[in-house]
C-alpha cells in the first residue's frame, strides 16, 4: 500500500508529479465539458430557471462539476507544495526558469482570457439575431474584425505555449529532462483528450446527418419546402401583397383618436377593447364617446376599408433573413380593428340600423377570414382572439329582434363549418412553427458572415456541436404532428423542447380547443333561440354537443345567470376635460415615428379611470364549457371572494330575458 501511494503521488519523482498534475490542471476544462454537454439535462438543471425535476436531478449534475473543482483544488495544492518552494529557492539561482515560468503563467492567463472572449463575443452575437437590444459591448468590437474562430485557435495555442513553458520550468527546476515528464499518467490525460475529442466529433457529424434527414422528412410530411422562401411560396399562393393598404390603416389606426387610459393593473387600455357590451361605464363619458366614434373620419376611412376582403402585407421572407425579426406590425392592431367593429354594431343596434349592424358583420368576417392566413403560432393566437371578439358579437345578435330565424340558421351551419377551419390553422402554424424553428437554427449556425460563422467553434467543442444537433434533430421530429396538444411534453434532456413544449403544448390543449368549445356553445345558444321562436318561450332543457374539455355535453341552464359588470370611474379633472368639447389638443407629447414610416402622429386625448367591479344577476339562459381545467364552475365569470378575484376559466355565452 505504502508503494502504491508513493506511485500515485509521485514521492519519489516529484518533476514527473508537478508535471502531471500541471497536465491534469490543464485538461480538466476539456472533461468537465464533456460532462456538462454529454445531455441537454445538465446544463438546463444548473440554470436557475430550471425549477422542475431538481432534487436528484440537480444532485447528478452537480456531483461531476463538484468532483472536478476539489481535484482543481488539490492540483493547485500540489502545485503550491512541490513546486512554489523550488521557485522560491531559485530565484537567484535560476532566474532564467523563473523567467519561463512568468511568461508562462502569463501565456496562459491570455490564452483563457482570448477563449472566453471568443465565447463571449458568439453568444453576443447569437442574441442579438433575436434581441436586438443586446449589443456587443464596444471592448469585444476587435473580435468582429479577428473573428472568434481565428480568437479561439490563438487562445488554444497560447495555452499549449503556457504549458509545454511551465513543463520546461519544471524539468529546470529539477534539473531532468523534459522527455521524462511525458510518463504515462500524461499520456493517458493527453489520450483521453484526443479520443474524446474524436468520439464526440463523429456523434456530432452522426446527429448533424440526422437533422438534415429529419428536414427532409418533415417537408415530405407537410408537402412543403422547410425554407423561408419555400415558406413565402405558400403564404402568397400568387396572390399580391400590398403594402400601401397596412400603411395607411396604421396611420388611420393612431388618428382614429380613442385611446383611454385606466388604472387597471397599472395598464393602458382602449374603452372600446376593455368594455363588453353588458359593461357599464359613466353615461355621460359613454354619450359623448359614441359621439366622437360616430363622427370620427377616420374610422369612417378605416370602416371603408374593412368593407373588402384585406389584402396580404409586402413581408421579406427570405432564406437570409432571420424569420424571429421579421415585423408583424399588422398584427399589432388587427384586435384594435375587430373591437371597432363590435362597437359599431352596439351603436347600430341601438339605433336599430339593420343595414349599419350587417356591415359591422361583414367586417368582422373580412378581418377573421384575412387573420386565418397568418402562418406562425402568434399570428394563429391573434385569430383565435377576433374570433373570440366574432363570437361574443353574434351572441348579441342572436336575440335582436330583426335578427332573421334564417340567418341564425345559416349562421349555425357556418360554425359547424369552422371545426374543420380551426384543424386547418393549426396545421398550418405547426408547418410554420417548424420552419420558424429551422430558420432559426440555420441562420444562428450561419449569419452570413464567414468570419464571425459560429459553426467555427463547433470544430472546438464538438461535444457542444453534439448535444445542439441531436436536440434540434429531436425536436424537428416531434413537429411531425397537426395538432399542438401532441407535441411532447417538455422534457429536461432536450433544451429545445424544454423551451417550446409548454407554449406549443398549451395552445393545443387550451386555445385551439377554447375555440371550438365556443363555435359548439353558440350553436346550441342559436338552437335554444330558434327552439323559443318557434315555441313562445326557451327550452328548460337542451340537447347540447360535446365540450372538448370534458368529453360530455355541454352544460345548459334557464335561469338567474351572474354577470360581473366593469364599471370605469372618470377623475373629476378629466371629466369635466372630457366634457367640456376640447379634445383636439393631446394631453401628452407627440408619439414617436409610425413603425410603417409615417410622420409622428399626436397621441389621442388620455382620460384616467379607476377600474371598480360588481356583481349582478338576472334571468335568462346560458351555455357553458367546463373550460380548461376541467371544472365546472357553473359558467359564472370571476368572483370576489375574500377581497381577491377568483380566476373561473369556464367558456359561455348567454341570452338576457327582458
Not at 141 to 157: I, K
Amino acid at each position: 500500500m505504502k508503494k502504491l501511494l508513493s506511485r500515485i503521488f509521485f514521492v519519489d519523482a516529484p518533476a514527473q508529479g508537478v508535471f502531471f498534475f500541471l497536465t491534469l490542471l490543464f485538461t480538466l476544462p476539456w472533461f468537465l465539458l464533456v460532462w456538462l454537454f454529454h445531455t441537454s439535462r445538465v446544463p438546463l438543471s444548473l440554470f436557475v430557471f430550471a425549477t422542475e425535476g431538481r432534487g436528484a436531478g440537480t444532485a447528478y449534475a452537480f456531483i461531476v462539476p463538484l468532483v472536478i473543482v476539489l481535484l482543481f483544488c488539490a492540483d493547485a495544492l500540489f502545485l503550491c507544495v512541490r513546486l512554489l518552494p523550488e521557485l522560491w529557492r531559485t530565484v537567484k539561482k535560476r532566474r532564467f526558469a523563473l523567467l519561463l515560468y512568468g511568461v508562462g503563467a502569463v501565456l496562459a492567463l491570455c490564452g483563457g482570457m482570448f477563449a472566453l472572449m471568443s465565447l463571449l463575443v458568439n453568444l453576443f452575437k447569437c442574441l442579438s439575431l433575436f434581441f436586438p437590444f443586446w449589443n456587443m459591448p464596444p471592448e469585444m468590437g476587435f473580435v468582429q474584425q479577428l473573428g472568434w474562430g481565428w480568437m479561439m485557435l490563438a487562445g488554444l495555442l497560447l495555452l499549449m505555449m503556457a504549458y509545454l513553458l511551465m513543463g520546461k520550468t519544471v524539468s529546470l527546476l529539477w534539473q531532468t529532462s523534459f522527455k521524462v515528464l511525458f510518463g504515462k499518467g500524461v499520456l493517458v490525460l493527453w489520450g483521453l483528450v484526443l479520443v474524446s475529442y474524436l468520439c464526440s466529433l463523429v456523434l456530432a457529424f452522426q446527429a448533424t446527418s440526422r437533422y438534415h434527414r429529419n428536414i427532409e422528412e418533415l417537408a415530405e410530411y407537410f408537402g412543403h419546402p422547410m425554407t423561408a422562401s419555400g415558406f413565402a411560396n405558400v403564404y402568397y399562393n400568387g396572390r399580391t401583397p400590398d403594402a400601401a393598404y397596412w400603411k395607411n390603416v396604421s396611420e388611420l389606426t393612431r388618428k382614429k383618436n380613442v385611446i383611454f387610459n385606466a388604472t387597471f393593473c397599472g395598464k393602458p387600455v382602449r374603452i372600446e377593447s376593455f368594455l363588453n357590451p353588458n359593461e357599464e361605464v359613466d353615461e355621460e363619458v359613454l354619450s359623448k364617446w359614441k359621439a366622437h366614434f360616430i363622427g370620427n373620419e377616420s374610422i369612417r376611412q378605416l370602416e371603408a376599408m374593412l368593407d373588402e376582403p384585406l389584402p396580404l402585407p409586402e413581408r421579406n421572407y427570405s432564406d437570409e433573413k432571420l424569420l424571429a425579426s421579421l415585423p408583424l406590425n399588422e398584427i399589432s392592431f388587427i384586435r384594435e380593428l375587430a373591437w371597432m367593429e363590435r362597437w359599431r354594431q352596439r351603436i347600430a343596434m341601438e339605433a336599430d340600423d339593420s343595414a349599419a349592424v350587417k356591415m359591422a358583420w361583414r367586417r368582422l368576417e373580412n378581418i377573421c377570414a384575412y387573420m386565418q392566413n397568418e402562418p406562425f403560432l402568434i399570428g394563429s393566437l391573434v385569430w383565435l382572439a377576433v374570433e373570440h371578439i366574432r363570437l361574443a358579437s353574434l351572441e348579441r345578435l342572436v336575440p335582436w329582434e330583426k335578427t332573421e330565424s334564417a340567418w341564425l340558421e345559416a349562421q349555425a351551419a357556418k360554425l359547424a363549418e369552422m371545426e374543420e377551419t380551426v384543424k386547418q390553422v393549426q396545421q398550418s402554424a405547426v408547418y410554420g412553427e417548424a420552419v420558424f424553428a429551422i430558420n432559426a437554427i440555420n441562420l444562428i449556425c450561419n449569419d452570413g458572415e464567414k468570419h464571425l460563422n459560429p459553426c467555427v467553434l463547433r470544430w472546438f467543442f464538438p461535444q457542444v456541436w453534439r448535444m445542439l444537433a441531436n436536440d434540434a434533430a429531436e425536436a424537428l421530429k416531434a413537429y411531425r404532428i397537426s395538432d399542438f396538444a401532441d407535441f411532447p411534453e417538455k422534457r429536461g434532456d432536450n433544451f429545445m423542447m424544454y423551451m417550446l413544449s409548454d407554449a406549443l403544448r398549451h395552445a393545443g390543449t387550451h386555445k385551439f380547443p377554447a375555440l371550438v368549445a365556443n363555435l359548439r356553445i353558440m350553436r346550441c345558444l342559436i338552437d335554444a333561440e330558434l327552439q323559443k321562436r318557434r315555441t313562445g318561450h326557451y327550452p328548460d332543457q337542451l340537447d347540447t354537443l360535446q365540450d372538448p374539455f370534458s368529453k360530455q355535453s355541454l352544460k345548459y341552464k334557464k335561469g338567474l345567470i351572474e354577470l360581473r359588470i366593469t364599471k370605469l370611474i372618470p377623475r373629476k379633472e378629466d371629466i369635466e376635460w372630457w366634457l367640456s368639447g376640447d379634445t383636439t389638443d393631446s394631453k401628452n407629447t407627440d408619439a414617436s415615428d409610425d413603425s410603417f414610416g409615417g410622420d409622428s402622429i399626436k397621441e389621442p386625448p388620455i382620460l384616467q379611470f379607476k377600474v371598480e367591479y360588481e356583481s349582478k344577476t338576472l334571468e335568462g339562459v346560458q351555455v357553458w364549457s367546463v373550460g380548461p381545467d376541467g371544472i365546472d364552475d357553473g359558467g359564472a365569470p370571476d368572483k370576489l371572494i375574500n377581497g381577491s378575484w377568483k380566476k373561473n376559466d369556464d367558456l359561455r355565452y348567454i341570452i338576457p330575458l327582458r
